[in-house]
């Protein structure tokens, strides 16, 4: 049985447009906190959705991102069209980054976005094809011991 879904938004996210990097996370955050959610949880999404969407920022041309909220998880798909991830497991690993000398001036490229969103979730996977674009799905889970 399906279960009722209590919020649904996407979002588009453009590449290089760093002056809204954040407004997704941010539309997101609020929609949680209207809902009720427990404060650990709005976190720990929050963290994940802000370090996906400055990855496309910072890396993609755009992406659509997915959000669903059901009694039970907070599901979100980033996927995007950009360059690709040629090394996945390369990009997983903590303080590994292609990071330009613009985006570590702005703050960015420490390395840490995809490991911060695996580690914020409960559920992570990625999808990457060089030269085409990055899709990653992950997510929480809202009920105890899920």
Known sequence: MDEPV?????????????EHGGNAAAAVKAAMKDLGLDTAIIRRLSIANFEAEMNVIMYAEQAR??????????????????????????????????????????????????????????SFAIDSVPGQGTTLRYGVSLKPGQ
């Open 6 to 18: 209590l919020y649904r938004e996407s979002f588009t996210i453009t590449g290089d447009d760093f």
């Open 65 to 122: 991102m997915d959000l669903v909220i059901t009694p039970s998880a907070i599901s979100v798909v980033v996927a995007d069209r950009g360059p690709g991830i040629a090394d996945v497991a390369l990009a997983m690993q903590e303080g590994y980054s292609t990071a330009t000398a613009e985006m570590r001036a702005r703050g960015f490229g420490a390395g840490m976005g995809l490991p911060n969103i695996r580690r914020s979730t409960d």
